[in-house]
């Protein structure tokens, strides 16, 4: 039997270089769908979505980052991933994993993504989460995780080989049992 979630996971590798060809709505609305699948803590759901298309936007939040955003201002796509804070105390968790069903499902349309981490770096004036959220309107009780650049693929990586794994970082019954 084939794994095919296996075969989807090698292939998805972080693209930092995008064509400028635009993404099919149709699609960026299926990623969207199958985030919405990501388990959360106690079923809250906690977990939200800017879906950014304007490409001033994209500039101005990529922006609100002092460094590490230099795959955004070229995505044709930011997906700004968020959770109100207000009552969930495992919403980093919970953003990670939706943020990671993103990153699969758009591997599987063939489009590019890069995970641009946001929660406690620095922004311009204040954190980056901060001036995020003031630029998009997001209430205080939110907190931005990461945003996602997508985009078509304007690079090519090979897929991750068995060879590639850290095969020594799974430990059987105790730590530092190698082997079943």
């Not at 630029?135 to 990586?157: C, F, Q, T, W």
Request: aromatic share 8%; charged share 30%; with cysteine.
């Amino acid at each position: 039997m084939e794994n095919e979630l296996y075969e989807l996971a090698r292939k998805r590798r972080s693209i930092r270089k995008f064509t400028g060809e635009k993404v099919d709505g149709h699609i960026v609305d299926e990623i969207l769908k199958t985030a919405l699948t990501a388990p959360s803590s106690w079923g809250r759901h906690p977990v939200e979505f800017v879906v950014v298309r304007n490409k001033e936007m994209i500039q101005k939040i990529a922006a609100c980052k002092a460094m590490g955003a230099g795959p955004l201002p070229y995505a044709d796509v930011a997906v700004i991933v968020m959770a109100d804070t207000s009552d969930c105390e495992l919403w980093i968790e919970d953003s990670a994993v939706a943020s990671a069903y993103i990153l699969l499902a758009a591997e599987q349309y063939d489009i590019g993504a890069c995970w641009i981490h946001i929660r406690g770096r620095a922004g311009k004036l204040s954190t980056a989460d901060e001036e995020i959220r003031m630029l998009l309107g997001i209430p205080d009780r939110y907190s931005v995780l990461n945003a996602v650049a997508l985009g078509h693929k304007g690079e090519m990586k090979r897929p991750y080989g068995d060879e590639d794994l850290c095969s020594g970082n799974i430990h059987y019954e105790m730590f530092g049992k190698r082997g079943k």
